[in-house]
């Protein structure tokens, strides 16, 4: 029989998209709440990289962030 037949089987491939999600989850939060630009409102960022997951992020990190000017001193 193929297939999955009880959770344990598929931890082992859930688990490492778990840890990767949280972790992009929680990097592109951290980013985003520390940024002072970006496209767009701020809230509706958040509800993107929370609600769509691991590709929220992704899309974050493409199109929401503008680089910060920062110009150095001499």
């Known amino acids: 029989m193929d297939g999955f037949e009880t959770i344990s089987d598929i931890l082992p491939y859930l ?3 778990l840890i ?3 972790g992009l989850l ?3 939060i951290v980013d985003l709440l520390n ?3 970006v496209r767009g409102d701020k809230l509706l960022w958040v509800l ?3 609600v769509i997951g ?3 992020p ?3 990190f493409i199109f ?3 680089k910060d000017t920062v110009k150095a001193e001499e």
Do not use: D, H, N, S
């Open 15 to 17: 688990i490492p998209l």
């Open 35 to 37: 940024r002072q630009k």
């Open 26 to 28: 929680t990097v592109a």
């Open 64 to 66: 929401g962030r503008q």
């Open 54 to 56: 691991i590709i929220g």
């Open 48 to 50: 993107l990289i929370v």
């Open 58 to 60: 992704i899309i974050y």
């Open 20 to 22: 990767l999600e949280l």
